[in-house]
């Protein structure tokens, strides 16, 4: 058994959090350690708790759940805390059982403990879930047996094989997963990192420190792909001593990978490889240039071929709520781009486009500065905005603050059915209506992808009203829904 494993026999286990983590903590302790003393814990009680977590407390009578309010007074009873993401590592609960001696992990740190094979991780405020997949199809394309695992969506103990001594595991890491990791991956890929989770970190410099741990107990056989172009991403990339491999546009940062004469190109011992063409990238946007510039390095770096790289690129397809196309009507494309949850990415969306936009933004009010967002809607135009609440109100204020000469028409709604209607109705053939909110969702939305699959659904039933008014015999069967109140414009 591994030392790892050992450590936990006979100590009481306590699993924080009902999501997918803490039942992947579950499932995996169980399996090797099947007479563990566990327990579940949550803030939820049982009957809200998810389905499959029922199940499990159906079948496991030795399972503990401690749940509801005051749920976090009985956390010192534990010897091990395994604690879910979006529960911070200062919570005073967790504070307080450390102070009692027991040890606080995660999912994420034992699979670094348990891990037999090599370890990619991607770290970013966005970009990450992208680069990752990239990676992960780049060494599939070069037969290197890889799994994709971490914040993307599957847990890492669920997918570890601990035989596979010749595995790579490519792990997008979010600041949450990084913030009391004791451990940094052979290859630390870093993005660009902004301003996000204020209410969590409280500040941008704990979160930066977050992330901050890909790099931070990294070796010197380790290696470590960063932006150039970032000075947050360099920030992290100089805590490493690790070998460098910087990526980005910018020639005065020496990067081995760039863009020189639309073609996306490898430098290495005096050598110049050009390894795709930046046309052949099927996802739009320069920045998306970035994301395929750090899987080139990781290919090469695992000695992948340029051929197998290039033809992995080519193939891949955005992710949902990415700059994701859900649908054509009347020639406007409708682009679904819920994941921009900060300005600067609605900012790298809007770069995405030489086409006309009507843009959808607005969400949750964190505090965030509009103000560069202003400036990118008043030097490009847009043909309309649409306003989501809160931030809408905020977004509102910092395009009149920008000083527009000519304010894009402007439309303050309520739900996302209203925000479709109200693009399609200022949008004009050959325009793009663009969701990008600039903001998080909670408030009107579940989270990100209930606000992603919202947008789709509103789109899809303006398309099939459009295909069922020409199936008619007319152009459409009813007049375009009115736009709701406007604010101006």
């Known amino acids: 058994m591994h030392p790892a494993l050992k450590m936990l026999r006979n100590t009481k286990i306590l699993i924080l959090g009902f999501g997918k983590e803490g039942l992947s903590s579950y499932q995996f302790l169980r399996a090797h350690l099947p007479g563990a003393q566990l327990a579940f814990a949550d803030q939820l009680d049982a009957q809200h708790a998810p389905l499959e977590i029922q199940r499990i407390l159906d079948k496991d009578p030795g399972l503990e759940l401690i749940s509801g309010k005051g749920y976090e007074s009985r956390l010192a009873d534990f010897d091990v805390i395994f604690r879910s993401p979006g529960i911070p590592p200062t919570h005073p609960g967790l504070e307080a059982a450390r102070a009692a ?9 034992l699979f670094f403990e348990l891990c037999p094979g090599r370890i990619i991780g991607v770290t970013g405020t966005k970009g990450k879930s992208t680069t990752a997949s990239l990676i992960f199809s780049v060494l599939q394309a070069g037969g290197i047996d890889t799994r994709l695992v971490g914040n993307i969506g599957y847990p890492a103990l669920s997918q570890i094989n601990l035989a596979a001594s010749t595995a790579s595991y490519v792990a997008e890491l979010s600041s949450h997963q990084l913030a009391d990791l004791p451990h940094s991956p052979h290859v630390a890929v870093v993005h660009d990192i902004v301003p996000e989770h204020t209410d969590y970190y409280g500040t941008f410099s704990r979160y930066l420190a977050a992330k901050a741990n890909i790099a931070r107990y990294q ?9 150039a172009d ?44 050009r390894v795709i063409a930046a046309g052949d990238v099927p996802l739009r ?39 994701e196309l859900v649908g054509t009507i009347h020639a406007m494309s409708f682009y679904n781009d819920s994941l921009a949850t900060v300005p600067e990415a609605t900012i790298a969306a809007l770069e995405s486009f030489t086409e006309p936009v009507v ?22 135009g847009l043909r309309g905005l649409v306003l989501l609440p809160p931030s809408g109100g905020q977004i509102r204020k910092a395009v009149e603050a920008a000083g527009l000469g000519s304010a894009p028409p402007c439309w303050s709604v309520n739900t996302m059915r209203d925000a479709v209607r109200a693009a399609l109705e200022a949008a004009r053939p050959g325009d793009v209506v663009l969701l990008s909110p600039g ?14 699959e919202q947008f789709r659904r ?26 709701p109140p406007g604010l101006g414009g």
Not at 242 to 253: C, V
Not at 268 to 273: A, I, P
Not at 359 to 380: K, N, P, S, Y
Request: proline share 5%; aromatic share 6%.
């Open 101 to 109: 001696g027991a040890r606080v992990t995660s999912n994420t740190e």
């Open 219 to 227: 070796g010197l056989s380790d290696y470590i792909v960063g932006n």
């Open 230 to 273: 970032s000075p947050s991403a360099l920030k992290v990339v100089e805590q490493s001593p690790a070998a460098r491999l910087p990526f980005g546009f910018d020639e005065a940062h020496d990067p081995i990978c760039t863009l020189e004469r639309d073609w996306l190109v490898y430098k290495s011992e005096g050598r110049t490889e």
């Open 285 to 323: 946007g320069r920045f998306n240039l970035l994301n395929v510039m750090a899987a080139i390095i990781v290919g090469k770096l695992l000695e992948t071929p340029n051929e197998a790289i290039a033809h992995a690129v080519k193939r891949f397809q955005a992710l949902e709520h990415r700059l």
């Open 359 to 380: 843009l959808i933004a607005g969400g949750d009010d964190r505090g965030q500065d509009f103000t560069q967002l202003a400036a990118m809607v008043r030097d490009r």
């Open 439 to 452: 903001s998080a969702s909670y408030g009107l939305f579940r989270d990100y992808a209930d606000r992603g």
């Open 458 to 483: 509103a789109v899809q039933e303006l398309v099939s009203r459009e295909r069922g008014s020409c199936h008619a015999g007319g152009t459409r069967s009813s007049p375009r829904p009115p736009i």
